[in-house]
């Protein structure tokens, strides 16, 4: 049995300099322009490059052969028949998430309004309220820095993968691009293009075209769920929480420990998923439920001090009862004493005042105390072991690295392609979802067309194309209003 101090065990800090936090964006958004006048410079008189205030264009038009390459081989015959119902499956796959992403947006502004309300009519806000279903990321507020670092280059991929799609799809129907390109918006987020002509015949092929690139989005993601499915021909439930990589810790904690309970909750019967939800509780300092109290022997409680109370100890923790504060030894406290509700008939029923949590061992208790955020970035948990063979064939230590930054990737390509299947098919204009919607509606008038605001009469609008801008105006609303809320709603005192 063993006592040791969460805050102790978080990663070392390097003192920096004061103005480096300032200077990231802008090193990040000169890297970037370097990087995009470098691939000009590769390709004279194919490409540009320009810089405008918080924005850099690169466009090219050396990559326009590349769609037309890729689906040579698969042009003739059964081959190119079997491609064109591939895409077939992506109008419909595009059209649910049409309607996935406008259910989003219309339940994020219900949420909105039931949250919001309480607060108009000066009542308590609803207790224990469901999370948003739209809620944007903003680094530094509600995503780490560490993990903002990270989106960029998976967002830029699949993003580029996206655009592919469109390239790949009007390629099977002989258009070739005009030119491919990528904006990077200061100080690192990029937003790539293809930019296609007006060549495409009949609604299958326009449809084909605008759904390919979240098609190719929902590809990927099927990818990731197959070869996430197929991990568990290497790994098996370990039951528990079994520590992958104690840190610091590892003196009290070692690795291939197994964590049974956390505090009064029992994880080796939980599911695999409610387990890591435990454990994610614990370190990011979540307020656990209300646990019954130790039931402290008169002889102790009176015999101790209530110093540590008022000043912090390494070693004593403290304990309120009803109407007193004392100063134990928690490990002592745990082991030797009862459980109690409010009264104790032997003693005092007190309970820890300091964040304390209890890890059971299979046959050890480690007490370990707060803040426990630290914790989340030097010790890592897992739910699985190896198999056999596996477990005498790969070094364990490496099985587990590869698992835990395997399933940061999957997570993060899972939350980027969904994100962007679902954005995209928004019927926004400028957004894949309204040349969806148009060419799901059969209109023969592009959107874009000019026409004079002042004078409707100067181009007549039939009905269909009247409705779409009625929905692309009622979705630009929506969807303001759901963004905006959840950044309001977020900021708001709890």
Same mark, same amino acid.
């Given at each position: ?59 090219? =038009?050396?990559?326009?052969?590349? &769609?037309? @390459?890729? %689906? ?5 015959? +059964?081959?190119? *028949? $079997?491609? /064109? ?98 904006? =990077?918006?200061?100080?690192?987020? &990029?937003? @790539?293009? %293809? ?5 495409? +015949?009949?609604? *299958? $092929?326009? /449809? ?287």
């Amino acid at each position: 049995m063993r006592e040791s101090r969460g805050s102790g065990h978080r990663p070392k800090s390097v003192r920096v300099g004061r103005f480096t936090p300032v200077m990231l964006p802008w090193l990040a958004w000169a890297a970037c322009v370097w990087a995009l006048g470098y691939a000009a410079r590769r390709t004279v008189r194919r490409s540009q490059v320009q810089v405008a205030p918080g924005v850099v264009h690169y466009d090219t =038009v050396a990559l326009n052969e590349w &769609p037309a @390459a890729i %689906v040579r081989p698969c042009m003739y015959g +059964r081959a190119y *028949r $079997a491609v /064109l119902a591939l895409y077939d499956v992506g109008i419909v796959v595009a059209g649910l998430a049409m309607v996935a992403s406008l259910s989003v947006v219309l339940v994020t502004c219900c949420q909105l309004f039931l949250r919001v309300s309480p607060r108009l009519a000066k009542r308590d806000a609803i207790p224990d309220a469901a999370p948003l279903w739209l809620t944007p990321l903003v680094p530094g507020v509600n995503l780490p820095l560490r993990h903002a670092a990270a989106l960029v280059p998976v967002g830029l991929v699949s993003q580029m993968l996206h655009e592919a799609g469109h390239a790949v799809a009007a390629a099977l129907h002989h258009v070739e691009p005009l030119s491919m390109g990528l904006y =990077v918006f200061f100080p690192a987020i &990029p937003v @790539a293009y %293809v930019q296609l002509p007006e060549q495409l +015949r009949g609604q *299958r $092929a326009r /449809l084909q075209v605008v759904s390919a690139g979240v098609w190719h989005n929902a590809m990927l993601v099927l990818c990731f769920v197959l070869a996430s499915s197929l991990a568990s021909v290497f790994w098996t439930d370990a039951q528990s929480l079994r520590v992958s990589a104690p840190g610091p810790l590892r003196a009290d904690v070692p690795r291939n420990s197994r964590i049974t309970a956390l505090n009064d909750v029992p994880v080796s019967a939980m599911p695999p998923t409610e387990r890591l939800h435990a454990w994610t509780r614990l370190v990011h300092d979540t307020p656990w439920p209300a646990e019954p109290g130790w039931c402290i022997p008169p002889a102790t409680w009176t015999q101790a001090s209530d110093a540590c109370c008022h000043e912090p100890s390494d070693s004593l923790a403290c304990f309120s009862s009803a109407s007193e504060q004392r100063c134990m030894l928690p490990l002592d406290i745990f082991v030797h004493s009862t459980r109690c509700h409010d009264t104790c008939s032997q003693g005092f029923c007190a309970a820890p005042r300091d964040p304390l949590a209890r890890l059971y061992l299979d046959d050890d208790l480690v007490v370990l105390r707060g803040p426990f955020r630290g914790l989340s970035q030097t010790m890592r948990v897992s739910t699985k072991q190896l198999r056999f063979p596996w477990i005498y064939l790969v070094p364990e230590v490496w099985a587990d690295t590869l698992a835990h930054y395997g399933a940061y990737l999957y997570q993060l390509v899972f939350m980027v392609n969904v994100a962007l299947l679902l954005i995209n098919m928004l019927p926004i204009p400028a957004l894949d979802g309204s040349a969806y919607l148009q060419h799901a509606m059969g209109l023969p008038v592009p959107f874009h067309e000019a026409y004079d605001l002042e004078d409707p009469a100067a181009m007549p609008r039939p009905t269909g194309q009247r409705l779409l801008l009625v929905i692309q105006g009622t979705t630009c609303i929506l969807t303001g209003l759901a963004l905006v809320g959840s950044i309001w709603v977020s900021a708001l005192p709890t």
